[in-house]
């Protein structure tokens, strides 16, 4: 009789399954992560400046082989940024990086950096059984 007395006791003045089960996060992880995640918002915001002023410069320019080199390489870059960024999701990510390494690629066919993106995102695609997108 008292077992059971005292597993009753137990029962009722212990804490909740729901509230020893739920995994919670320290304040300084969430601080860390909130910081974490600013940081590469603001490297995505900087890639896509340097992309924007490459393109404007590129336009206004006359497009000699050097200013195409320098085109194809902020198009490669501005792909990777977003190819590793942990703020954008993969559906939004991987069509983005990709269309960026395929102009960097028509600028400049010898850019291995570009090739190897196009290569690796593809991949990914044909691993998930889904179309690559054009």
């Known amino acids: 009789m008292t077992a059971a007395l005292l597993i009753l006791v137990l029962a009722t003045t212990g804490p909740a399954l729901a509230e020893v089960a739920r995994p919670t996060t320290p304040p300084a992880q969430e601080a860390t992560e909130a910081l974490g995640r600013e940081a590469a918002e603001q490297e995505l915001k900087e890639a896509e ?22 085109m194809a390489r902020a198009h490669y870059e501005y792909g990777y940024t977003v190819m590793n960024s942990p703020v954008l999701q993969p559906f939004v990510k991987y069509p983005r990086a990709l269309r960026s390494y395929r102009a960097a690629l028509k600028l400049d066919p010898g850019l291995k950096e570009a090739q190897e993106g196009i290569d690796l995102i593809e991949g990914i695609y044909e691993s998930l059984g889904r179309p690559v997108p054009q």
Do not use: V, W
């Open 49 to 70: 400046r340097a992309y924007l002023a490459a393109r404007q410069g590129y336009e206004k320019g006359s497009k000699t082989a050097d200013d195409k080199r320098r």
